[in-house]
């Protein structure tokens, strides 16, 4: 999987992606078991779709995974960071159509600069939405026009960095009573959490083999 520079190679990222996966659903219950799709759907919810879009860097000097930080504005999820992406609406014939056109809304990467290579598990989150990640490789040079309604920064992690599974944190919080477990990728003064960051737990179990 990784050349003899200890870079992963392009070839290797399609090769792990491409190959039909024993998926699995993830979510937030996944460290808090009183939280099951069960328990959500219990509660009268219908879960909605969404995707959002892995964008892989194929940089000279390694692959990285581009990321954004939302804006503080939004009323959902304001300030954290994650992938490009949102609900699948009616114009879109799938999830990858979903992705890419949410990429290309809120960073401006354009569909035709991304080259799909498979998926990742699907994400189950607490506040009702059941998310397809679509992993995409993109060539620099990148030119990217961020949409400040939604993305406050555009960021690239190494992907050596999510390789190293010690890079992972795992770490707790009490909400409402009850103590909640999540993962963080601390890089460089961002706190990549929640949703985001288990897909990345995802992304780098599945690369690494």
Avoid: K
């Amino acid at each position: 999987m990784l050349n003899g520079s200890n870079v992963l190679t392009r070839d290797a990222v399609r090769r792990r992606l491409s190959a039909p996966p024993l998926r699995r659903e993830r979510g937030d219950g996944d460290l808090n078991p009183d939280f099951r799709r069960r328990e959500l759907l219990a509660e009268g919810r219908t879960l909605r779709p969404a995707a959002v879009l892995v964008p892989l860097v194929d940089r000279p000097g390694g692959m990285t995974v581009l990321l954004t930080q939302r804006s503080p504005n939004l009323a959902d999820h304001a300030g954290q960071v994650s992938f490009p992406g949102g609900r699948i609406e009616d114009c879109d014939a799938d999830a990858t159509t979903c992705a890419l056109r949410e990429a290309q809304e809120e960073v401006g990467l354009m569909p035709q600069a991304v080259e799909i290579v498979g998926r990742l598990d699907t994400y189950v989150i607490r506040t009702g939405y059941e998310v397809t990640p679509v992993v995409g490789l993109v060539d620099p040079p990148v030119s990217l026009r961020p949409d400040p309604t939604e993305v406050a920064e555009i960021f690239e992690v190494p992907m050596a960095f999510i390789l190293d599974p010690a890079n992972v944190e795992l770490r707790e919080r009490v909400i409402n009573g009850m103590t909640r477990q999540f993962y963080v990728w601390p890089y460089h003064g961002y706190n990549i959490w929640g949703a985001t960051a288990g897909m990345l737990v995802n992304l780098s179990e599945t690369l690494r083999g």
